[in-house]
């Protein structure tokens, strides 16, 4: 059997919106109006065919052995060199054998198909066993013209052979014209194109039904023995009428991709080929059509093998990792449409030595370096040399090919003053997984994307262009892996174990599976009573939550103790550690409600409110907190309420226990401080039982438990360096409340209290909460009392909230100042601080010495303008000033240059 044996795809990532063409051209040409919708893909600046067919090709022979290929063919219309095989420097990038055919295909729409047809036929003739076939195009077209809106750029590549075949190669027919529906001259940069009706109804619906009727023909099928029809035809209704014509229902059309990418030229009837091949099943017939001059038509059945592939990007996973931009002008650049001043730098030599390329060839097109067969060490480039100090082996290295090996940034920049396409040029070292370094361009990212240890990919792509010699230089760089940073940046919580309390319904159950869902273990504890815990309890309620963990690939299991008892909680603990070896969080969530006003607050009631929250949370965090002490890690989060925090009528019970639950807080976080156990407190809003009739119901409505979570899940985190503090949460809002403390003011002395007339006459200093502060502990408020603060805004011992102020920079500045590199600087740095905490300085710099003023200077050497939140991130490190710079949260205007030497001048941070 031959046929098809895998397939790979490659879209760019960028996609150009529609709508931003018509937005900049709209007024020359009002007509494109028509085809605004959607997007089209298109190459970064560094991409073109040769790189998009690489990246295909890759994706095509993720898990298979290279060497087993006997043949290469490039389609193209777009191919970077007209004399040098183009498909001879994709097999060097792939690091394919040397004893291999390789062939461009070019000069028509159709070269995919041929490509594919001519390969088919090799293998099917004994003398070549596997071939790869890749197309690629990256055509260009006039601006504001309805082509630019219509095509896009990408690539697809299949392998053909005879062993493990996917879809079957049934038979193809080819019919030929000189029908010249448009042409582009030799040395013509753009395509000239005939009038479109004519195009339409002689071409498309005319040559490929006739191709397709042909191959039937020829292999005696109808078109119901055809499930996925494959034909290129950017004209939409045309594109239906074809369909029409061959009789074929809407179902059996494969979609053409004018939402996806656009018409990707001579690539495009293989792209499509591989979306339909995406979504076949054995057994699925597929006929293809490729059309330009003529029309290619072949026919497949797809075998049971197409299960077994292993998991590629296709054009699911491009379309996965799309970004779509509106930046017109950024479009034009890329495709070289406009000249911008590139600067002087940019004339540079960019002469390739043909000899230095020949000699490194593997170096340069295949990214191969060395691996010490002595100690194992791996490294780029290849050398003489083994890099490993402890070895220093002498010519003991073999080709180690670097391209597929998983990377991670270990350092990158922004250079804003290197010759780039699209500034700051992004650059740094990445370092492979099981050893070697690669200095590399980082492309296909945004320089606020880049963090270190982001995990990146290598792509092969073009690095300079030699204008003047018209020749490409090519090279590989590091692109971060789709997602990568998103992941990195997300709360994570694998290998913790989390205990959730009354987890089986309102908030502890979505508590429990956001935990989950993010790689927590969880113990999923709920005695399934009644709202105001009355009656015998049900396992119901646990088992159901556990349930949902599981299906959505989760680890829980269940718990039905009672917090309120000393021995429930133990056992609640002992599930954790029986199940999964510890604890790591503990959400003391568990609740019920018996409200009555004061009076008809009768015992029972008062105890069962407070044995189920306070000393319930006491039961179950006492056995955890010791687990956490020997781990040395923990994440507690106690539940209160507004009721308790600022009380609520008819609620004294569940007030005294939700506040009480504060107190056991504020000690915990001491005890628990030096263990890395942070303790935490939620005050949460949101529809569930227990509120289900206290709120009014249009409050009801929008309240879901999903919008606490958020916040409880970060206090459950690592990244979470809070302790002691209370968080009211719900509705999307979130704020802190916390315990104040006045100023207050001194009286009588030591020998002589103060009397109740004192108090009297100076209550209004007393009851004064201005420049009240948090206090740490019971010491620092005793310390407070004996030394109250002057003037109640100077920071006491142990006090909270020592905030950085924008006043206090500035104030600071000149002690900060690094006189040994200011000399000969002579500059007056305005500063424009927006905000409510911001105002004007400026700082002058001369001879040595440094001034800073509050207000605006005459004429200031630069002036820069940002909020003040962002400045005090800036000066306390927290914001990159780069970062700062290209995102515009920092704004710089007059010498740009100076302002680099602010960093210089001043240590803050
Ligand atoms: P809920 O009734 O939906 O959930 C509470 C869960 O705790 C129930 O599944 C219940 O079976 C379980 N439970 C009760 N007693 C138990 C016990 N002794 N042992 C084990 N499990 C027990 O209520 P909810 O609104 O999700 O409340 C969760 C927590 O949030 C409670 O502590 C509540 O006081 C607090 N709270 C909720 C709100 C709100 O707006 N929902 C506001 C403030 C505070």
Redesign the pocket.
């Known amino acids: 059997m031959i046929g098809i044996t895998s397939y790979g795809a490659y879209i760019p990532r960028l996609r150009l919106d529609r709508m931003s063409i018509f937005q900049a051209m709209g007024w020359f040409a009002p007509a494109i109006m028509m085809v605004a919708q959607g997007h089209r893909s298109m190459c970064n600046w560094d991409e073109d065919s040769i790189t998009m067919a690489v990246a295909a090709s890759r994706d095509c022979l993720c898990g298979r052995d290279k060497k087993e290929l006997d043949g290469l063919f490039l389609a193209s219309t777009t191919l970077p060199f007209a004399d040098r095989q183009n498909a001879g420097i994709v097999s060097t990038a792939l690091n394919l054998k040397e004893n291999i055919l390789t062939s461009d295909f070019t000069s028509s729409q159709k070269a995919g198909t041929s490509a594919l047809v001519t390969a088919l036929e090799a293998v099917r003739g004994g003398g070549m066993k596997n071939i790869l076939v890749t197309a690629a195009d990256r055509r260009e077209t006039k601006t504001a013209y309805f082509y630019e809106m219509w095509f896009g750029d990408g690539a697809a590549s299949v392998a053909v052979g005879d062993k493990d075949v996917i879809a079957e190669f049934k038979g193809s027919y080819s019919v030929s014209y000189d029908f010249v529906d448009h042409h582009r001259g030799a040395l013509k940069k753009y395509d000239y194109v005939w009038e479109e009706r004519w195009v339409r109804d002689e071409g498309y619906s005319k040559i490929i039904p006739e191709a397709v009727n042909g191959l039937m023909k020829k292999l005696g099928i109808t078109i119901d023995q055809v499930d996925k029809l494959v034909y290129p035809c950017f004209f939409k209704a045309e594109h239906s009428n074809i369909a029409k014509k061959l009789n074929a229902s809407p179902d059996k059309v494969v979609n053409t991709m004018h939402e996806t990418c656009g018409d990707t030229g001579a690539a495009h009837s293989m792209l499509m080929l591989v979306s339909a091949l995406e979504n076949a099943k054995p057994k699925d017939r597929i006929l293809v059509a490729g059309f330009g001059q003529g029309c290619d038509a072949l026919y497949f059945e797809v075998t049971e093998n197409i299960t077994k592939l292993s998991k590629r990007n296709g054009v699911k996973g491009s379309d996965k990792n799309k970004k779509v931009i509106d930046n017109y002008m950024k479009w034009l650049k890329f495709r070289d449409i406009i000249q911008t001043e590139m600067g002087i730098r940019a004339e540079a030599p960019t002469q390739t030595a043909m000899t230095a390329l020949w000699r490194k060839r593997k170096m340069l097109l295949g990214m191969v370096g060395g691996k010490c067969e002595k100690c194992g060490t791996a490294q780029f480039p290849k050398m003489d040399i083994c890099v490993n100090p402890a070895c220093g082996a002498v010519k003991s290295q073999t080709d180690y090919e670097f391209a597929g090996v998983p990377a991670k940034v270990k350092t990158f920049t922004g250079d804003l003053l290197a010759v780039s396409v699209d500034p700051p040029h992004k650059y740094g070292m990445v370092q492979f997984e099981g050893g070697g370094r690669f200095m590399a361009d980082f492309t296909d990212c945004e320089f606020e994307e880049l963090k270190v240890g982001l995990p990146v990919q290598l792509v092969f792509r073009r690095r300079v262009e030699d204008k003047e010699r018209g020749f490409i230089n090519y090279f590989w760089k590091a692109m971060p892996v789709p997602g990568a940073a998103e992941e990195m940046g997300k709360v994570r919580f694998d290998g913790r174990v989390a205990v959730i309390?009354?987890?089986?319904?309102?908030?502890?159950?979505v508590y429990a599976l956001e935990l989950a869902k993010r790689g927590a273990k969880i113990v999923v504890?709920?005695?399934?009573?009644?709202?105001d815990?009355s009656g015998a309890?049900s396992s119901s309620?646990a088992d159901r939550v556990v349930d949902e963990i599981k299906a959505a690939g989760g680890e829980a299991v269940a718990n039905?103790?009672?917090?309120?008892t000393p021995e429930?909680g133990e056992r609640i603990v002992k599930t954790a550690l029986d199940a999964f070896g510890k604890v790591d969080i503990l959400i003391?969530?568990?609740?019920?409600?018996r409200d009555k006003s004061f009076l008809k607050m009768e015992p029972e009631n008062w105890k069962s409110v407070m044995?189920?929250?306070l000393t319930?949370a006491y039961n179950v965090t006492r056995p955890a907190f010791k687990v956490m002490r020997e781990n040395g890690f923990g994440r507690i989060v106690m539940?209160?309420?507004?009721?308790g925090l600022y009380g609520n009528f008819g609620q004294t019970n569940?007030s005294a226990a939700?506040m009480a639950l504060v107190g056991l807080m504020n000690t915990l976080k001491l005890e628990g401080k030096k263990y890395e156990i942070k303790v935490n407190t939620?005050?949460?809003?949101?529809?569930?039982?227990?509120?289900e009739d206290v709120?009014p119901p249009e409050i009801f409505e929008k309240?879901k438990?999903e919008f606490?979570a958020p916040m409880v899940v970060y206090l459950c985190s690592e990244e979470c360096r809070e302790s002691g503090s209370i968080f009211n949460s719900?509705m999307g809002y979130c704020n802190r409340a916390a315990i104040l403390t006045g100023p207050g003011i001194k009286l009588g002395d030591a020998g002589k209290p103060p009397t109740p007339e004192q108090i009297s006459e100076n209550w209004s200093r007393i009851n004064s909460m201005e420049g009240a502060k948090e206090i740490e502990d019971a010491n620092s408020a005793i310390f407070a009392l004996i030394a109250p603060p002057d003037t109640g805004k100077k920071e006491a011992g142990g006090q909270k909230g020592a905030e950085t102020d924008v006043k206090g920079i500035f104030g600071k500045m000149p002690e900060a100042f690094n006189a040994s590199a200011a000399k000969d600087v002579d500059a007056v740095f305005q500063y424009v601080i927006s905000g409510s905490g911001g105002g004007s300085w400026f700082v002058t710099v001369k001879d040595s010495k440094c001034n800073v003023t509050e207000g605006t200077a005459g004429k200031p050497t630069c002036t820069l303008k940002i909020s003040d939140g962002d400045f005090v991130e800036l000066i306390t490190g927290k914001l990159n000033p780069m970062q700062a710079f290209t995102s515009g949260k920092l704004k710089i205007e007059g010498d740009i240059m100076k302002s680099q030497l602010i960093g210089k001048l001043f240590k803050l941070n």
């Open positions: 309390t009354g987890a089986g319904a309102g908030l502890g159950r504890n709920d005695l399934g009573g009644s709202r815990g309890g309620a039905y103790d009672n917090v309120a429930g003391n969530n568990a609740g019920i409600l044995d189920v929250h319930g539940t209160t309420s507004a009721a569940y939700k939620i005050a949460p809003l949101a529809a569930s039982r227990l509120t709120m309240s438990p606490v719900g």
